[in-house]
């Protein structure tokens, strides 16, 4: 049984915080320049709405399939099952969106002429999702203690950092000393933020796995993403007075090691180029948490096959975890495809990130839908997940209009693609009821 400390660990590793400043740091200080830092507040101002929306839906309905669960409950068998299709579909991606770089890091720190190679990229993030689906095989509990030990580590790291950056002399024309981009280069970095801010979301699928089953998993999620939040908040503060807009232009897609050599080079490359990783292996290995679990709570609702929906002897959802490591693995190798990596993480990230947000508008409305029928907690249930779900369609209507034609096409016909199949499955699944409460699992 996890305690309250596991999920809070849980739910800042997926966030992942050097990760993210790695991959989305870069982008988002190229899109609001010196507003970012408070394009990373308001963002999480729009996502701690909705967090404390899964909040309280965690304690009406605790449930290993979480969001897809929840949807189900409040709009029937179809809706719940094109939850279902959107959750697997924006975590799969997610993988991948950890394990390619996972692969690129590895190979910058060990071999570093490899470092660019799509196809050696892929195939080390391939093995880092072996690795970590072989983890979680052993159970949750060995998982969350890995879990707890990487977010230490990764934490403690970014604190010299940021205590380096500070004694740092600010340079010339450092990006936090720009002038204001106006509103709308703002709503652009909240847009990438998003992606940013994301993972917290994970804790809520243990609820049948803690010990508070219906306060922990929603309450650590929300002090999980608020604490992230200020984490991430004053490592912007700090490495944007000591980098240039033109610097985190070269350095797009790997913030930190321009960063590091901010810092005092090759060292302190080395020093984050490490952390990074570290904090790429607690965010995969939460991911296939969150994926395992939603797939076993389907698997019980007859949405998917039932045969995800059962346990082993050691109370483990083994068919689950087996088949989400295994499609990781094949996506993740499917990547090395790209003649290079930038325009697939890319492509993977905005992905992503649509998926991800169509999931959040789903499941606030599910609890503006729940509280609303039942009268209760007016506020919590209904007008903080009302006030963001509106400010998160606004932000992913923006997204879409900016995005590529490619990435466009793929988010319509994925979206599309899942209505005959959520169809499909609501028949197969019709009259089966979901699952509020079930065995334990260890």
Not at 23 to 44: E, K, Q, R
Not at 136 to 164: H, K
Not at 239 to 244: H, K, S
Request: aromatic letters at 8%; glycine letters at 10%; charged letters at 10%.
């Amino acid at each position: 049984m996890l305690n309250f400390g596991d999920l809070l660990a849980i739910a800042a590793a997926a966030i992942a915080p050097a990760f993210a400043l790695a991959t989305v740091f870069g982008p988002m200080v190229l899109a609001g320049g010196s507003a970012t830092p408070l394009a990373l507040v308001l963002v999480s101002i729009v996502m701690a709405c909705i967090a404390i929306g899964y909040q309280r839906l965690g304690e009406r309905y605790p449930n290993a399939g979480s969001s897809y669960s929840w949807v189900r409950t409040a709009f029937g068998p179809g809706a719940g099952a094109y939850a279902a299709w959107v959750l697997i579909v924006a975590n799969i991606l997610a993988v991948v969106a950890t394990a390619v770089p996972a692969g690129a890091y590895t190979l910058a720190l060990l071999a570093p002429a490899q470092a660019d190679s799509p196809l050696g990229g892929a195939v080390i993030g391939t093995a880092w999702v072996l690795a970590a689906g072989l983890l979680l095989y052993s159970g949750l509990r060995p998982t969350s203690r890995v879990t707890n030990v990487l977010l230490f580590a990764e934490l403690a790291i970014l604190a010299l950092g940021v205590a380096a950056a500070f004694r740092h002399r600010a340079i010339a024309h450092a990006a936090a000393g720009v002038s204001y981009p106006g509103g709308a280069a703002l709503v652009g970095a909240m847009v990438i933020g998003i992606w940013m801010i994301d993972g917290w979301e994970v804790s809520a699928s243990t609820a049948e796995e803690a010990e508070a089953a219906t306060r922990a998993p929603g309450l650590s999620g929300v002090v999980g993403l608020g604490l992230s939040a200020v984490v991430l908040w004053v490592c912007m503060a700090a490495f944007m007075r000591i980098g240039t807009l033109s610097g985190f232009a070269v350095h797009e897609g790997d913030a930190m090691a321009y960063v590091g050599l901010q810092l005092g080079g090759n060292t302190w490359r080395v020093v984050i180029a490490t952390t990074v990783l570290v904090s790429l292996a607690a965010s995969l290995q939460t991911t296939l948490v969150y994926l395992t679990r939603s797939l076993y709570a389907m698997g019980r609702d007859g949405v998917l096959p039932s045969a995800l929906g059962a346990l082993d002897r050691r109370d483990q959802p083994i068919s689950a975890i087996v088949l989400i490591t295994g499609a990781g693995m094949v996506f993740t190798l499917a990547s090395g495809i790209s003649p290079t990596i930038r325009p697939a993480y890319d492509f993977i990230l905005n992905g992503t990130s649509a998926f991800l947000g169509i999931l959040f508008l789903l499941t606030a409305a599910a609890a503006i839908r729940i509280f609303g029928a039942e009268r209760r907690h007016p506020l919590t249930g209904i007008a903080l997940p009302v006030l963001g779900t509106a400010a998160l369609a606004v932000l992913l209507g923006f997204s879409f209009v900016q995005d590529d034609l490619n990435t466009r096409i793929f988010v319509l016909t994925a979206s599309l693609a899942g209505v005959p199949l959520a169809l499909w499955r609501a028949r197969v699944s019709q009259g089966k009821p979901c699952a509020v409460t079930s065995a334990q699992m260890q």
